[in-house]
Nanobody, 124 residues
Framework: QVQLVESGGGLVQAGGSLRLSCAASGRTFSSYSVGWFRQAPGKEREFVAHLSRITGGTTYADSVKGRFTISRDNAKSVVYLQMNSLKPEDTAVYYC?????????????????WGQGTQVTVSS
């Protein structure tokens, strides 16, 4: 089993930065890739970023490329989403998710485990 716990959300002014963290547990975690999704009120859940456990490669949504970075620490037990140059349209609940080594990276249905979500609010 994989358990995910998110933290780091909050209120920030446009142009500012936040770092979200996703603490993972479970001995099988190394078999999973991880991703970040977000969902704004009244809108569909949106893919944000993905990190492959096989290659270490990353994938980003076009809307966040150049501003957001997904990474993990040396212990490989915490996944981060560094968010820079934040915009009001980045306001959403952000979710960390873990995915088996199959399925499309950008599809929420490909992920088996989800964190509780953390609110990010970017003011004008």
């Amino acid at each position: 089993q994989v358990q995910l716990v998110e933290s780091g959300g909050g209120l920030v002014q446009a142009g500012g930065s936040l770092r979200l963290s996703c603490a993972a547990s479970g001995r099988t975690f190394s078999s999973y890739s991880v991703g970040w999704f977000r969902q704004a009120p009244g809108k569909e859940r949106e893919f944000v970023a993905h990190l492959s456990r096989i290659t270490g490669g990353t994938t980003y949504a076009d809307s966040v490329k150049g501003r957001f970075t997904i990474s993990r620490d040396n212990a490989k037990s915490v996944v981060y989403l560094q968010m820079n140059s934040l915009k009001p349209e980045d306001t959403a609940v952000y979710y960390c998710a873990a995915r088996p080594l199959s399925g499309p990276y950008t599809a929420a249905a490909s992920y088996d485990y989800w964190g509780q979500g953390t609110q990010v609010t970017v003011s004008s």
